[in-house]
């Protein structure tokens, strides 16, 4: 097997422990000096963003958007050159391999949040139809429910903020402790929109979790 993004093979060792145990072996998907070119955000990050920094505090992009009431966003890694790599294979060029880089690590924080309801960010239909896949879905596939977010129609051509509208039904949104997931925060924009359409319709409290910040 070769790693998925710098095509060198990739090693597995095999224990004694595992070879006595029966148990199928989880191989590597990329090897230790791609992953090791990723930056893993830890608890030292912006408590509205998640934002790496060198304390707790707000970061200068929440303090200008102010409190969101019970909203929050974590970030998995920082957008660094090797993540600005990895996206531009996976979302512009479309490499679908390209989802297990990350599938077991994302899942597994979708998990430990304990969510009620799992939504995903959606992608513009002329998006999907050039790519062919959403990039969120590649990484976690949830069981979406009864409520989705869709995009409003655009009445103005001109760019503008992203808005976004709730179908199916929203007495299931009540009370709910909902998170939204997205691949990327950027301004907060998208995320915060969502957010706030998802609180006004109900939900208890709205959690984002992306993979980049």
Same mark, same amino acid.
């Given at each position: 097997?070769?790693?998925? @993004?710098?095509?060198?093979? *990739?090693?597995?060792? *095999?224990?004694?422990?595992?070879?006595?145990?029966?148990?199928?072996? $989880? !191989?590597?998907?990329?090897?230790?000096?791609?992953?090791?070119?990723?930056? $893993?955000?830890?608890?030292?990050?912006?408590?509205?963003?998640? !934002?790496?920094?060198? &304390?707790?505090? $707000?970061? $200068?992009?929440?303090?200008?958007?102010?409190?969101? *009431? &019970?909203?929050?966003? !974590?970030?998995?890694?920082?957008?660094?050159?090797?993540?600005?790599?990895?996206?531009? !294979?996976?979302?512009?060029?479309?490499?679908?391999?390209?989802?297990?880089?990350?599938?077991?690590?994302?899942?597994?924080?979708?998990?430990?949040? #304990?969510?009620?309801?799992? @939504?995903?960010?959606?992608?513009?239909?002329?998006? =999907?139809?050039?790519?062919?896949? #959403?990039?969120?879905?590649?990484?976690?596939?949830?069981? @979406?429910?009864?409520?989705?977010?869709?995009?409003?129609?655009?009445?103005?051509?001109?760019? #503008?903020?992203?808005?976004?509208?709730?179908?199916?039904? =929203?007495?299931?949104?009540?009370?709910?402790?909902?998170?939204?997931?997205?691949?990327?925060?950027?301004?907060?924009?998208?995320?915060?929109?969502?957010?706030?359409?998802?609180?006004?319709?109900?939900?208890?409290?709205?959690?984002?979790?992306?993979?980049?910040?």
């Amino acid at each position: 097997m070769q790693c998925l @993004l710098c095509q060198r093979p *990739l090693a597995t060792k *095999l224990s004694l422990a595992w070879l006595l145990s029966w148990q199928i072996q $989880p !191989r590597p998907r990329v090897c230790s000096t791609c992953w090791q070119s990723f930056m $893993p955000i830890d608890e030292q990050a912006c408590p509205g963003c998640g !934002r790496s920094q060198l &304390n707790r505090q $707000p970061c $200068p992009d929440c303090q200008r958007w102010g409190p969101t *009431l &019970n909203f929050h966003n !974590r970030a998995l890694f920082t957008l660094n050159d090797a993540m600005v790599a990895y996206l531009q !294979r996976y979302k512009r060029q479309g490499d679908y391999r390209l989802r297990a880089v990350f599938s077991t690590i994302f899942g597994c924080a979708v998990e430990r949040i #304990h969510a009620d309801l799992v @939504l995903i960010i959606p992608v513009t239909a002329r998006a =999907l139809q050039i790519r062919g896949y #959403h990039q969120v879905a590649g990484w976690f596939q949830p069981e @979406l429910g009864p409520v989705q977010l869709a995009l409003a129609e655009k009445k103005d051509p001109q760019p #503008h903020p992203r808005h976004f509208r709730l179908t199916g039904d =929203l007495s299931a949104l009540v009370g709910k402790k909902v998170l939204l997931l997205d691949d990327q925060y950027d301004t907060g924009r998208t995320l915060r929109s969502a957010a706030s359409l998802l609180l006004e319709s109900g939900a208890k409290s709205v959690v984002g979790l992306t993979l980049t910040r």
